[in-house]
């Protein structure tokens, strides 16, 4: 099926549900402008179910509908993993093999971001979803900095660790910090070192677009429930397999 | 669970003998009536099926013609047969063809021999109904036997109402697979006041689908392919109410429906349905479940819709305790009575809360050994989904906590839409989340003295008024707005012109054996 | 202010709640259906932050994000009160005065919608939120006919009542329902009755658009959290003191 | 409230025991010690006001010049009142910003009578800083006389987050008129970090409002006038954490806030900050917050978003107490301890929220005179809001049930984005509706036996851990990953190089008072 529409009961019903607040107090009128929006949105018909005045001058809103918008599956875009899982074992024998030394990882969370909890996850021995995390890759040598790592510190530990690949995390989205932060990190990169010698980057976080990676100067975004071995695997096919 | 409230059984007593007391003379005039739908009923148990071109079913017109006849005092039963046995039509199908063509004359046969044999052949045609439903309920214990119950109780029940068969099916199956164990098909809008059964597949119900055998019977193969597939059994339910109460539920019984909505008052109250009309289809209704096996869900969730929850929570017992009366007396077992409470206390009460659990324990310490059936909010659902599914989960909770026996799952969109596919599954995910992390917590549940006081004090209310309806009438209390504030006095409201006196020889061949 | 925007926690920035379902398992390129479905409705950037498949064939998706959609209040449609609200003695003054006899009106709720309570809050003495029905005002002769009333019971009884007026309730909306049952009423009664003998068509419910009035055919629609006192206020309005 | 868990009194007065033995050294560590920002806290009470035009706080450069010429380990009141009375600059700002220009230089003074001289003088600049503190203190216990503390408990504790403080401001108010007690404006991503204490209001924090004197000022006016018109004392938190906390304690006194963030692990956990700096700027603050009558809340809630909640539960325990024993030492009242807790185990886990139970009442029965701050789910939300804000109704009825004293309101959409106006409301809603309908539930809940296993289970753990904990050092625990799985050295960390070992003439004029 290519073109198809939202499914409240019934096929082809088109309805959704949208909810949001306006800075007004609650009126007919009020009302009439949440309808507006809706309408906006491509709602029609749009029901107005709930309204609430919270404090003196906002409004919330809940409004169901049908939308006439017909989704395209075809036309949709989307990052497929353009490279083949694989175990922690075929990981360490590609390494091994081809490259004949360990693969050099760093990891940190930039910024004033603290959320460690996810690079945690792909970096550490624990791991998550039952995947251990690449420090158990025997041919990976792994470096996390940790949290609130400022991106001269990254550019400097790259270096020194002769990075192949840094591995950054960005939780924190409130005024789009993720997005400063990690293109102030691809540019500090591109100042400090010449193309050839740039570790891959990589960034990861629950809330990045996937399709970004030109945008922000990456090599590739990682998003909601990554797994260790989705970028051990990465890592083997852009460091190695792709580079042969 | 019993006798966490402290409940004195002599009180609990005293307000059963009230009911039956109540209730007799209403059982009394069930017994002595008979109406166009119990007939038909007992046409369909004996096999007259399938409708005329304009879909009116072939037992409307057979009833029709006897009644024209030979008025419905004797029972449809004696006519056909002996009409049957003098023309020679043995299929009674084609009896009752002849009959709407005009070509078949009805009338009571005045020699005992014709008297006799019109009564053997005609017990003998119900008995193939009766059959069918006996082998249904075998086939029913069988598979639950092979799947086994659900593993928790209370039992999960979602409906599926959107007017088409066809869509009804794979949200069922769907529904089932995210964890539900009844699934109920909601009635279109109208058909309760349908004096006639519908036939076939249908796709075009508002707010809900027919009830038609043919629907029955499509969901419930689908629900056998999808107990099998999950191993556990699904139940599946629709409503023995309207008009047509008697033949759908003789419909249930062939088509192996697991529960019913049957509610001794509800067609009354909620449909204006002649109040003798309804009881005597009640009664014959509730004989044939009994028969069939089914789970009966009374309606006394839907009081608290339109009477406060609070002031009429006495209400409720006082139905519950006349529903119950009148389930024994047609010979339904304890098992069998999924007695309908609901949490419809307005949430912005004090103690709201504890009002829902007084109310909800003191249902369950009454019917200890039924299978209650617990409602969720309707009432003070608003459109904020948000809060909906918060009081959602409260509802749950009590359920757990108060040993409910079926529960039937809140929807956040109440009062938008009837429900979407991903509002049964945000409805499973709540109830799944709160009998999983919090269905034991009736361990720590020990009732103080506010939720003791309350119960007590709506079972003495509910005592109080037993012995008005006592000295008044069960007639005159509906009359007066007593339940759901609805007033429907006993010569008004749809269907009465189906009803009729039993003459002497009034003859049932189904509920002769049923009785 | 006439240009507003929607806001989740800072003036001007437009952010909205989604939540709806596709008729497709889940997967990547579901996801990426789900945000191209946000974009046609003006959401950019939108987050997807939940999916959830259920069963085989169907995936749940809430995505929230930003519109750049303006409303402008200016514009909003409604229908004001454009008449007085008057007290129960005050109606019942007009009408004794201009009318000289009591005004007939006529209820019921339609077709097999058997929601009675709405109806039966604005007409029977109780009322609501603290208001009294109209049965309550003496100057006003009711006729509640109840629930699954069919059409030509209704012409028929407005006929004989005399009726002034013919207030109808209409709750269930699914497959328009209440729009089918308020064409064939308002149909009817131009049958029934020529244009001067006609009464005052008025239907109410919580999910009708006021708007609508003259694609229904009718004069006035009521919806959610209508009062008695708005309707009889109504009633004198358009049969008395309009008409002078 | 006590009782319910039947927990043995020796072996609770065991746990306390062995906390204070794992808790002495620590102390001592912290009263042997002294950090730059200790010291400028103390110029800050004595009242060294402003930044430079860099931002840069005079206090920073007071201090920083001292410690060049001098050392910290002295403290700086000598030094500095020391270099005021020699140079006759009175005004100890424009003494600091000399210094900054290299026009001043400090040394200590060797004769006794200077000593006595400076000690004096700064004993009487520190004493006009703990003067307002304690104004501060007279007026809220004026304003609460006056408005009077909220109704309910547990008291109702919202965050605002917008990162401007002049957005923070109305939505703070919307918040109190909604119904909170207590408004929180988190901090900036950044600040903990920072070795300064930014100037002025501020309008471009991350996910958060910078902690600054004057947004103190203004929100507490905000609120001020709030409460006039709520006619209840709306009270207003922040965070006396990360590199400068006792410098924040200072402000937060000499403003009128009412509770801080204030752990004594936190920093060092989560903040990566080096312990030493942390435990001794940990006991100034807290000593602080005893006479400013601050409320504190410890943040043993963090552990279990990095750590699973059942494993770890005991280690709550252990942080609880040891939490305890500091906030005594420092002169804290029982009444001022608003020990952190949460309702962060995995919803999908059986019996989930009876375990949440458990663990909540133990601590309420452990601390049965403070004031618990109760933390809503956060690590197991996810983007259905729908679910959210069902687990955070579960939630707030688990901290009625347990009688926690602070509840810190969920928001539905935890894991998208800080919180928006609408999900404050949404979240109060939810609040309001637990509390008013199922507030009163404690008196029906009566913990059986599977609860109160659990809490006596968890109550050993910690005692055992606590007995490893004396057995090693509490230091060698933290850097071992005890809590919170996080691993963190003594000699590793921010801000180590800003601690001094205090010399023998170590003064301190404001730790003098306190002590
Ligand atoms: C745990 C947590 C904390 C802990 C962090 C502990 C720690 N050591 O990490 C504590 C309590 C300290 C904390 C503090 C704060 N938090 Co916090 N926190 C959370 C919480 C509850 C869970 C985050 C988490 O651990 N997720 C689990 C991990 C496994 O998921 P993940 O990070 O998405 O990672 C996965 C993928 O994204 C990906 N991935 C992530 N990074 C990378 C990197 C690479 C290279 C790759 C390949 C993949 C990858 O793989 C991972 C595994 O699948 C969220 C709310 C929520 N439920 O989401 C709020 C949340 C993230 N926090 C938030 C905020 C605002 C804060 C504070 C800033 C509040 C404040 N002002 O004080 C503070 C300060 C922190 C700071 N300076 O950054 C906000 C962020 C809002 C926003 N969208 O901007 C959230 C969403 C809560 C909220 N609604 O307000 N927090
Ligand atoms: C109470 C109720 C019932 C009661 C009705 C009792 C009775 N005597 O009315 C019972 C239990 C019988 C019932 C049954 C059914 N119900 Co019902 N019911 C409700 C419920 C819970 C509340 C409705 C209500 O009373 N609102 C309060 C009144 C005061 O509000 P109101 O109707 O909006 O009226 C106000 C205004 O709209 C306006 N107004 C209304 N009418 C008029 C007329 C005039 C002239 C004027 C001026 C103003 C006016 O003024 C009123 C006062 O302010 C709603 C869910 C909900 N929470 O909204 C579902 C709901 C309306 N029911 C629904 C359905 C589907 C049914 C059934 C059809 C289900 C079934 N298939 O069996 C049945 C059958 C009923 C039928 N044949 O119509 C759906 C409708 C879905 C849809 N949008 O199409 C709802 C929304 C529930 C759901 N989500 O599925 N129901
Ligand atoms: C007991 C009972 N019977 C019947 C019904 C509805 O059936 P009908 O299709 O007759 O309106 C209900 C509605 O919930 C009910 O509770
Ligand atoms: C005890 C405690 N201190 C401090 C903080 C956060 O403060 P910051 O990161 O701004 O130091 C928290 C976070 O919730 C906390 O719980």
């Known amino acids: 099926m290519s073109i198809i529409r939202p499914y409240g009961d019934t096929t082809g019903d088109g309805m959704v549900q949208l909810s949001f607040t306006l800075p007004i107090p609650h009126d007919k009128r009020a009302e009439g402008a949440a309808l507006q929006l809706a309408g906006k949105m491509g709602m029609d018909p749009a029901m107005l179910v709930h309204a609430k005045q919270m404090g003196d001058e906002f409004t919330f809103f809940v409004v169901y509908g049908k939308v006439g918008h017909l989704v395209d599956t075809d036309q949709v875009q989307v990052v497929e993993r353009d490279y083949p899982l694989l175990s922690a074992k075929e990981v360490n024998a590609v390494i091994k093999r081809r490259l004949r030394r360990r693969l050099n990882v760093v990891g940190a969370c930039i910024g004033t971001d603290a959320h460690t909890v996810g690079i945690d996850a792909i970096l550490n021995l624990k791991g998550i979803a039952g995947e251990k995390g690449l420090e158990y890759y025997s041919e990976l040598s792994v470096t996390n900095m940790g949290a609130q790592v400022s991106v001269p510190d990254l550019v400097e530990t790259a270096r020194e660790k002769k990075a192949d690949a840094v591995l950054v995390s960005q939780v924190v989205t409130q005024r789009d910090a993720h997005l400063h932060n990690t293109r102030a990190m691809s540019a500090a990169f591109r100042e400090a070192l010449p193309a050839g010698k740039r570790p891959l980057l990589i960034v990861g976080g629950p809330r990045f677009d996937e399709l970004m990676t030109g945008e922000l100067g990456v090599d590739r975004i990682f998003t909601r429930g990554t797994t260790p071995r989705e970028v051990a695997s990465y890592l083997v096919h852009a460091l190695i397999e792709s580079r042969s | ?309 609070v002031e009429a929570a006495h209400t409720v017992t006082v139905s519950q305790l006349l529903n119950e009366f009148f389930a024994h007396e047609a010979g339904l077992a304890d098992w069998q009575l999924g007695l309908g409470h609901a949490f419809e206390i307005n949430p912005d009460l004090p103690d709201s809360f504890r009002l829902e659990l007084a109310h909800a324990l003191l249902a369950r310490e009454l019917f200890p050994e039924a299978p209650l059936k617990w409602m969720p909010p309707t009432k003070h659902m608003t459109g904020d989904v948000f809060r909906g599914n918060l009081l959602d989960g409260f509802f749950n909770l009590a359920g757990a906590l108060t040993g409910q026996g079926i529960l039937l799952v809140g929807m956040m969109t109440e009062a938008v839409v009837t429900p979407w596919l991903s509002d049964r599954d945000i409805a499973l995910q709540n109830v799944k989340y709160v009998l999983n992390g919090a269905g034991n917590l009736h361990e720590d549940f020990v009732p103080g003295p506010f939720i003791r006081g309350r119960a007590n004090q709506v079972l003495g209310e509910a005592i109080e008024l037993l012995e008005r309806i006592v000295g008044d009438t069960l007639m005159d209390a509906i009359a007066d707005g007593t339940f759901g504030l609805m007033k429907r006095p006993a010569d008004r409201g749809k269907g009465l012109d189906g009803v009729a006196k039993q003459e002497a020889d009034y003859y049932n061949p189904v509920t002769e054996v049923l009785a």
């Not at chain 2, 019993?2 to 017994?31: C, H, N, T």
């Not at chain 2, 063509?101 to 009571?108: K, L, M, N, W």
């Not at chain 2, 056998?224 to 249930?252: F, K």
């Open chain 2, 1 to 309: 669970m019993a006798g966490k409230l402290d409940l004195d059984p002599r009180i609990v007593a005293r307000a059963r003998a009230l009911a039956a007391k109540a209730g007799q003379p209403v059982v009394d005039l069930a017994r002595s009536h008979t109406t166009v739908s119990v007939e038909r009923a007992v046409l369909r148990l004996a096999g007259v099926h399938g409708a005329d071109p304009d879909g009116i079913p072939w037992v409307n017109r057979l009833v029709d013609a006897v009644r024209a006849d030979v008025g419905l005092g004797h029972g449809v039963a004696v006519p056909v047969l002996h009409a049957a046995l003098t023309t020679g039509v043995e299929d009674l199908t084609v009896l009752a063809q002849k009959a709407a063509a005009g070509s078949v004359r009805f009338d009571v046969p005045e020699k005992k021999a014709d008297v006799a044999a019109a009564r053997r052949h005609a017990k003998r045609a119900a008995a193939g109904g009766l059959k069918l439903v006996d082998r249904r309920r075998a086939e029913r214990d069988k598979l639950i036997r092979r799947y086994g119950d659900p593993a928790q109780r209370p039992w999960i029940y979602l409906i599926v109402a959107t007017g088409d068969i066809y869509e009804d099916i794979p949200q069922a199956q769907a529904a089932a697979r995210a964890g539900a164990d009844i699934i109920a098909v909601i009635r279109s809008t109208g058909q309760s006041l349908l004096d006639y059964v519908p036939e076939g597949a249908t796709r075009e119900g508002f707010a809900g689908t027919y009830a038609t055998q043919e629907n029955f019977r499509l969901m419930r193969a689908a629900l056998d392919v999808t107990s099998r597939e999950l191993g556990r059994y699904i139940r599946l339910t629709n409503y023995a109410s309207g008009l047509c109460m008697p033949e759908i539920a003789a419909l249930a019984g062939m088509e192996r429906l697991d529960m019913m909505l049957n509610d001794s008052m509800y067609g009354i109250l909620f449909r204006d349905i002649n109040p003798i009309r309804t009881f005597v289809d009640q009664r014959f209704s509730r004989q044939v479940h009994a028969r069939a096996g089914i789970i009966i869900n009374t309606g006394e969730d839907n009081y608290l819709t339109t009477a406060d929850a």
